[in-house]
């Protein structure tokens, strides 16, 4: 593991209790998207949040950046309960969300002006501009969103959102829109801001291969409606991470075949949350259909 | 190869033609710097010279439909006579202008334009004289050969009518010694009321036939040949000519505002001179009271302005500066007013009453409101500071002449025009891309920086799109106010040549309708171009 700072981490830096959500129903029973919902992530940890569409799990994202009201339960970050947004959960959504009448620097600058506010000009300045460099967009500082691709676009939300110095980053799909060559590139340089900032960070995401590549732990939720935590799974690659060195170990195929296997087979399931590591991976025949069986 | 100098002014030029609106253009830059001329020439055949085809077609329709209209205000004015009304408007526009700079200058350019003019009197005076002996000894060719025409006519006719005059006698006899008969019991009753009812049927019959002849030789008469309308025509031209240049010379001799001042300077010097030389008490008053008064009369003609007919350009002028001032009147209260609306549901509960009520209300009607009130606020415009300000000699916008009656125009323009730009804000406002407000819920901006920098900028194009409507509105509303309250302007113009009735009348108000076209045809193209630069999506706000 990368070193730590100076003070232990705390292993319950997030924490998600008895996490509800609910919609008002005119005509009957309150609609339960999301109930019973319990996390605890630890500072400085990727996790990643994985489940069917419609499971909720953007729902419980975005709870936590404090856009959609909590109808039970709580969330905890930094022994501080969440009850609005604020620039220490900065999110990256699916769609870049750039303001189309500023250029790149004032997409940063305008979160940056507004977290910083007794900062000296020449200090924001460099707030952003040490963002955009981290994302690689030394060169696109006067461009507008409209002269960029989508994906230097969604760098511009990431150095937006890393430039609040988040206590936690939520990336809400944030690859969701992009070719897979993109996709990568952007992966990369994630892993490389986190190597740096050791932000604690929670994605949401359909992609298994990138669940697995990015994450410490993904957690897997379990179909909708009142969608809760399924299974949890501990993914042991060491930090740094080589692209090229996870694809060739044979772990990373594991790890991907237990989450599909999840999807696939016990998503419907309303078991009692468990976790896995490596050594207690479930391991599953080809055959589709299959009881899936537990080997020690 | 892009970047060649070249090819960068093409692109320049294409994205400026395209921002324009005008990408009718667009294939006629790329033929000029050659780019797949067979293709632009397509083209070109197919969205311009179509297009044109399209409307000579229109105009000689016109043209062939528009004589065979009778109105009781002449016929319908193709489109010669429309021209014709332009050039005559435009004219009148430039002999307003003469006089006006005749009126103003002093000196020895007075003196040099003086010379000027006479001269061109005397050439003038040749002129007329000349064209008036054509014009007269047209008409004498003209009566000879239609009276050859008239002649064969007027005997057929002459007999026609010596022969029914005998007949008519003839049967007047008949019927005389008829009635006698009757009388004396020698003849039957229903002989003689036949012959009366036969007598009537057949003078019937004989005006029947002359009627014919009659319309033929009205009509040889009232149609001269062409020459000789022509010849009349020039000869008015140079005559009219003639007298404006007479009446120049006015302005340049007693009316020049100079001349007047020196005038009286020089009649008060005279009168102050003659004081000291009278006897009696009476006169030396009487000489005491000429200096004062030449001298105040002095001071006034330094004062005094020419007083410019109102010409169709002139109204023009009127009518785009009043529109404009009734626009941002317009656009003062509805931005502020739309914003909040979009910004607050319970403002928008209470406006949305107001807007709906007032809404369809006849612009006529706020005419007539704002007519009353804001006559009452003027009672003396002459004193008000608003007018004293515009009609101001210093003020570009003196020529204008602002008065009461340009400022209810003005809000009846604002109060109509209001409406559109008013609910197009409150909807863009309202319709900020929800990913926008969350993005500014995680920043946790402030009301205001909210406002300037993610609230307006996404609510303008839909604002300018109001706004677009809202003038096209004001320019509508403006015209029909003008003409209803007879004040200066393209509408008051059209309602002064429907009423004088001339035979030119017709055709300046078709002139007129063709320049209030025009006029909001451009005002139009300004809106749009400002919304395609305030919309940012598209990327051509960084033209």
């Known amino acids: 593991m990368y070193p730590l700072p100076n003070h232990e981490p705390s292993s319950k830096f997030v924490e998600f209790s008895n996490l509800q959500k609910a919609y008002p129903n005119p005509y009957g029973e309150d609609f339960v998207a999301v109930e019973n919902f ?29 856009l959609n009201a909590i109808s039970g339960g709580g969330i905890i970050v930094d022994n501080k309960e969440i009850d609005e947004p604020g620039p220490d959960r900065a999110v990256v959504f699916q769609s870049p969300c750039l303001m189309p009448w500023f250029n790149t620097y004032q997409n940063v600058m305008v979160g940056v002006k507004n977290v910083y506010p007794h900062a000296s000009k020449k200090e924001r300045h460099d707030i952003v501009m040490y963002a955009l460099e981290v994302c690689g967009l030394q060169d696109s500082i006067k461009k507008h969103p409209h002269e960029m691709s989508g994906g230097q676009q969604q760098r511009v939300g990431i150095a937006r959102a890393i430039a609040l110095k988040p206590k936690v980053l939520l990336l809400d799909e944030p690859f969701g829109r992009l ?3 993109t996709r990568m590139d952007l992966q990369d340089t994630i892993l490389q801001i986190l190597n740096k900032e050791k932000i604690t960070t929670m994605i949401v995401t359909h992609d298994v291969d990138e669940a697995v590549f990015l994450c410490d732990r993904v957690a897997m939720m379990t179909n909708g409606p009142r969608a809760t935590l399924g299974e949890i799974l501990e993914v042991g690659f060491e930090r740094p991470r080589n692209r090229k060195d996870i694809m060739n170990d044979p772990m990373f195929y594991r790890y991907i075949d237990h989450l599909v296997s999840y999807l696939m087979d016990r998503a419907h399931l309303r078991e009692p949350a468990k976790t896995y590591d490596k050594n207690s991976l479930l391991s599953f025949t080809k055959k589709p259909g299959d009881k899936a069986t537990h080997v020690a | 190869m892009a970047d060649s100098g070249k090819d960068k002014f093409k692109y320049t030029l294409l994205k400026g033609i395209d921002f324009s609106g005008f990408t009718v253009f667009d294939p006629v830059v790329r033929l000029i710097f050659g780019e797949d001329p067979k293709k632009q020439l397509s083209d070109i055949g197919r969205y311009m010279v179509t297009p044109v085809i399209f409307i000579i077609g229109c105009i000689i329709i016109w043209s062939v439909m528009a004589p065979r209209h009778k109105t009781k205000s002449g016929e319908v004015p193709g489109p010669d006579r429309v021209l014709a009304s332009y050039q005559n408007n435009k004219r009148f526009h430039e002999r307003e202008n003469e006089k006006q700079s005749d009126f103003n200058t002093d000196g020895a350019e007075r003196e040099a334009t003086l010379a000027e003019v006479q001269e061109q009197i005397i050439t003038y005076t040749a002129l007329a004289e000349e064209k008036a002996k054509a014009a007269a000894l047209a008409a004498v060719e003209v009566q000879d050969t239609i009276d050859a025409k008239i ?62 002849l009659k319309t033929q030789i009205d ?21 009219d000519e003639l007298q404006h240049l007479k009446k120049r010379v006015d302005f340049l001799t007693t009316g020049n505002r100079s001349e007047k001042v020196s005038s009286s300077l020089e009649a008060a010097k005279e009168a102050t001179a003659a004081i000291p030389l009278a006897s009696t008490g009476p006169e030396v008053l009487k000489s005491a009271k000429a200096a004062v008064r030449n001298t105040e009369s002095a001071e006034r003609a330094k004062e005094q302005k020419y007083p410019r007919a109102a010409t169709v350009f002139w109204q023009a002028y009127r009518s785009i500066f009043t529109v404009i001032v009734g626009f941002l009147m317009a656009c003062a209260v509805a931005i502020p007013v739309g914003m909040m609306c979009g910004l607050n549901r319970v403002f928008m509960a209470c406006m949305t009453p107001i807007i709906s009520i007032f809404r369809p209300v006849s612009p006529v009607v706020w005419l007539l409101i704002f007519q009353i009130i804001i006559g009452a606020f003027f009672p003396n415009p002459d004193e008000h500071p608003l007018f004293k300000f ?44 929800k990913d926008h407000m969350n993005v500014a819920k995680v920043l ?63 055709a300046n108000i078709i002139l007129a309708c063709f320049i209030v076209g025009t006029i909001g045809f451009f005002l139009d193209r300004i809106m749009i171009v400002l919304q395609k630069i305030v919309t940012f999506d598209d990327g051509s706000a960084t033209v």
């Not at chain 1, 996790?47 to 419980?60: Q, R």
Request: glycine letters at 6%.
């Open chain 1, 179 to 181: 070719d897979s060559l």
């Open chain 2, 390 to 433: 515009f009609n101001a000699s210093w003020n570009p916008l003196e020529f204008l002449q602002v008065n009461p009656a340009m400022v209810f125009s003005a809000f009846t323009v604002a109060i109509c025009a209001m409406w559109p730009a008013l609910v197009n804000t409150a909807l863009g406002v309202s319709s900020v891309d």
């Open chain 2, 151 to 212: 002649l064969p006519l007027q005997t057929k006719l002459d007999s026609i009518k010596e022969k029914s005059k005998e007949a008519q006698k003839l049967r007047r006899e008949n019927i005389s010694t008829l009635a006698e008969g009757v009388a004396a019991n020698t003849a039957e009753s229903s002989a003689l009321i036949t012959a009366i009812a036969e007598d009537k049927a057949l003078k019937e019959k004989e005006r029947e036939s002359t009627k014919d």
């Open chain 2, 444 to 506: 946790r901006l402030g009301f205001w920086s909210r406002l300037f920098k993610i609230i307006i900028p996404s609510s303008l194009p839909l604002m300018f799109a109001g706004l677009r409507i809202s003038l096209g509105v004001g320019w509508m509303v403006l015209i029909a106010a003008e003409a209803l309250s007879s004040s200066d302007g393209l509408g008051k113009f059209v309602w002064d040549e429907y009423q004088n009735g001339s035979s030119l009348s017709f």
């Open chain 1, 38 to 66: 319990n996390l605890n992530i630890k500072q400085g940890e990727f996790i990643g949040l994985i489940g069917h569409s419609g499971c909720g799990k953007s729902t419980v994202l975005t709870m936590l950046a404090g």
């Open chain 2, 219 to 239: 009509e040889i008469r009232a149609n001269p040949p062409k020459r000789l309308k022509e010849a009349q025509l020039a000869s008015n031209k140079v005559a």
